[in-house]
């Protein structure tokens, strides 16, 4: 059974009093009323009419409704129920134009897709073409245990951290694990305590 198949009536009673009940069959539930197996209220004043239901919604979100309802003064309880089934018109309203509004999008979406697809079979044109002629190779950088050495062989008497710390640009953790890592591999010597050269 659908969840969102629950409503929310008002009905006048035969003593021009308002009865606010919920159902998910609100027909039947009139029949009942005025055969006298509805609510106890309406027993007795029979027969009712209809005077107003609210949109479909879950069987909690009925509870609520019917439950405001009841609080307020009968004058007041009809628009109570309007101005739910207006939210719901209203929300209608907002969700066809966000239908809209994803539609557009999507075709905007086909429309970017198409013209990066283009692009990519451009590109990848580009690259067969240039594959074909031979490629200019770029200068490797140095990494950067190649540039502290090369610092290093350069000094005669020898470069402390600091010294590379300020040549190279580099914090002072990874100068130490470059200096004791080519220092291991045998690639410069101590002079002095902290003073390298190259080997």
């Known amino acids: 059974m659908n969840n969102k198949n629950w409503i929310v009536y008002l009905v006048r009673c035969s003593d021009k009093s308002l009865y606010c009940g919920i159902s998910n069959d609100y027909k039947n539930r009139l029949i009942e009323h005025n055969s006298g197996r509805g609510a106890k209220y309406t027993r007795s004043r029979r027969p009712v009419e209809l005077v107003g239901i609210s ?40 969700l066809q134009a966000l239908i809209r509004d994803i539609k557009a999008l999507e075709k905007k979406m086909g429309k970017l897709i198409a013209a990066v697809e283009k692009s990519e079979r451009a590109k990848t044109t580009k690259r067969s073409q240039a594959q074909k002629a031979p490629a200019k190779k770029s200068p490797a950088q140095p990494t950067a245990t ?13 470069v402390n951290a600091a010294t590379l710390m300020t040549k190279t640009g580099f914090d002072l953790k990874k100068v130490r694990n470059i200096l004791q890592r080519t220092y291991k591999m045998g690639k410069i010597k101590r002079v ?5 050269v190259g080997a």
């Not at 019917?66 to 309007?82: F, H, T, V």
């Not at 190649?146 to 020898?158: E, F, M, P, T, W």
């Not at 002095?192 to 390298?196: A, F, Q």
């Open 55 to 94: 949109a479909e919604m879950k069987k909690s979100e009925a509870l609520k409704l019917e439950y405001r309802i009841k609080q307020l003064p009968a004058g007041k309880k009809l628009s109570e129920l309007l101005r739910k089934e207006n939210e719901m018109t209203i929300l209608r309203k907002d």
């Open 146 to 158: 190649d540039q502290v050495l090369n610092i290093i062989k350069r000094s005669k008497k020898g």
């Open 192 to 196: 002095e305590k902290g003073i390298y």
